[in-house]
Nanobody
Framework: VQLQACGGGLVQAGGSLRLSCAAS???????MGWFRQAPGKEREFVAA????????YYTDSVKGRFTISRDNAKNTVNLQMDSLQPEDTAVYYC???????????????????WGQGTLVTVSS
């Protein structure tokens, strides 16, 4: 599976951005996730969504502000980010993993396909 993310940019605190990730190849039974990496920090989990879209997972700091969704007909996964804060500034990566269960979907080492990353900058 090849992934390409887009939608990053510069936004003021309190603003919104929508990231999109287009997948090429078969994504049946793949869980899709978003991770981010700020300068000098390790890559961290942001959100994930099951193949069916019925299960979603978020890191605590984005709950209630970010929404992950997917459209399997279009092979896309989106991350709607609202009420953005300066601490959300990072390069955001989409990732895919086949058949990954909920116990591991927050750990980047279990994902085997990654997009190129898109920069999100939130100014105060």
């Amino acid at each position: 599976v090849q992934l390409q993310a887009c939608g990053g940019g510069l936004v003021q605190a309190g603003g919104s951005l929508r990231l999109s990730c287009a997948a090429s190849g078969r994504t049946f039974s793949y869980i899709m996730g978003w991770f981010r990496q700020a300068p000098g920090k390790e890559r961290e989990f942001v959100a994930a969504i099951s193949w069916s879209g019925t299960s979603t997972y978020y890191t605590d700091s984005v709950k209630g502000r970010f929404t992950i969704s997917r459209d399997n007909a279009k092979n896309t996964v989106n991350l709607q980010m609202d009420s953005l804060q300066p601490e959300d500034t990072a390069v955001y990566y989409c990732a895919a993993a086949y058949g990954l269960g909920s116990a591991r979907n927050k750990d980047p080492k279990w994902y085997d396909s990654w997009g190129q990353g898109t920069l999100v900058t939130v100014s105060s």
